[in-house]
């Protein structure tokens, strides 16, 4: 088969290529570059120049054909506009989602598809399963530590009919193992972090490009009810829940957290202590046109409720919850009250260890 592989510089792509290599597929390696970065609107620690160097060098190591594709536009338009339009309404989005729903799962698999390539790999710790009906299930990868599904959350089944994880079963230590004993020039480089295909950035450095600057209140909430305003801040759009950084306001024995914020009248709620009642809430809600089933046979129906384990973010440990399907989109109901449920980030649900739907957090309460 002719699988391309989207080889970004780092050790989990170079060993999805060197095992579909070693299975006897006909591999092509391919480096995207979806960030061209002139005018400083946003700028990562890490190059793509060196992430391309290692990627070329990946292939070369492995006798594989190498090109460049460049989906710099497409990844500003459907990604970068996206972060920039969530902020503006006071959401917090996850880019990494988008990246894979709108790039590498999209434009990317296009662009590999008219190369002649049946299916497209990538270093993502997940894994597939087939279901009834000729569908497939996404799952969580075998390394506890660095499952990657919940960054998945919203691939439909067409583009998982074309997708390979090859790494999906092993565990970090073990690729690194691999890469070390084929070679790999990748084998000992760090993981990278930030933001998709971009690295870290200074997030209110880059929301302020677009985002104009306002002054406002911020207010404190006391555990009692009491409200005070205790300073003033730049832009209710440049925080969000959970933050502790940034805030500039002392005179407190713990630090203050965003507890919520308000775009429209730019005022940014905060509370004191990590344990503060406000960062705590037990239901969440997702709007009918942001839910998203990855197995569209499961989708639940009005009126319906169904026991799920759910993430929030990144690496959380899973939750127990209910989703409550109505007519106006689906309520979750935690077991216990959750900390720092952010509107505009993605919640996803599983059984066991299959993902099976995910939906943009509206609102809490």
């Not at 902020?87 to 008219?114: H, M, Q, W």
Request: charged share 25%; proline share 4%; glycine share 10%.
């Amino acid at each position: 088969m002719k699988i391309a592989v989207g080889l970004s510089g780092g050790v989990d792509s170079s060993v999805a290529a060197l095992l579909l290599k070693q299975q006897g597929h006909e591999v092509i390696g391919l480096f995207m570059r979806n960030w061209n970065d002139t005018t400083g609107t946003l700028h990562g620690e890490c190059t793509w120049e060196d992430d391309l160097d290692l990627a070329r060098m990946v292939a070369g190591k492995l006798d594989i054909p190498f090109h460049f594709i460049d989906l710099s536009g497409e990844y500003r338009k459907r990604v970068v506009d996206y972060m920039f339009n969530e902020y503006e309404k006071g959401r917090t989005p996850n880019p990494d989602v988008l990246c894979n729903r709108e790039i590498k799962f999209d434009a990317f698999l296009s662009a590999a598809l008219e190369l002649g390539a049946e299916k497209v790999a990538t270093g993502h710790y997940c894994r597939l399963g087939s279901a009834p009906g000729g569908l497939f299930r996404l799952l969580a990868g075998a390394d506890p530590n660095k499952d990657q599904s919940y960054f998945l959350c919203q691939l439909n089944q067409s583009q998982l009919s074309k997708a390979l994880f090859p790494i999906g079963d092993l565990i970090k230590p073990e690729v690194r193992r691999l890469a070390s004993a084929a070679g790999l020039p990748t084998a000992d480089r760090k993981d990278s972090q930030g933001i998709c295909f971009v690295g870290k950035v200074d997030l209110p450095v880059f929301l302020q490009q677009k985002l104009e600057a306002r002054e406002g209140n911020v207010v404190e909430i006391f555990r009692d009810g009491r409200q005070k305003v205790i300073g003033r801040h730049q832009g209710a759009q440049f925080y969000t829940i959970g933050q502790r950084k940034g805030l500039n306001i002392g005179g407190h024995r713990e630090p203050l957290f965003v507890l919520s914020t308000d775009v429209e009248n730019n005022i940014i709620f905060v509370g004191e202590g990590q344990d503060h009642p406000g960062l705590y809430h037990k239901k969440l809600f997702i709007r009918e046109d942001e839910i998203h089933w990855i197995r569209p046979d499961l989708a639940m129906q009005a009126g319906a409720s169904e026991k799920f384990s759910i993430r929030i973010r990144y690496r959380q440990p899973l939750q127990e919850g209910t989703l409550f399907r109505i007519p106006e989109g689906m309520v979750i109901h935690f077991d216990m009250p959750q900390r720092g449920i952010t509107p505009g980030q993605f919640a996803a649900w599983y059984t066991g260890d299959e993902l099976t739907g995910s939906g943009v957090i509206s609102s809490r309460s």
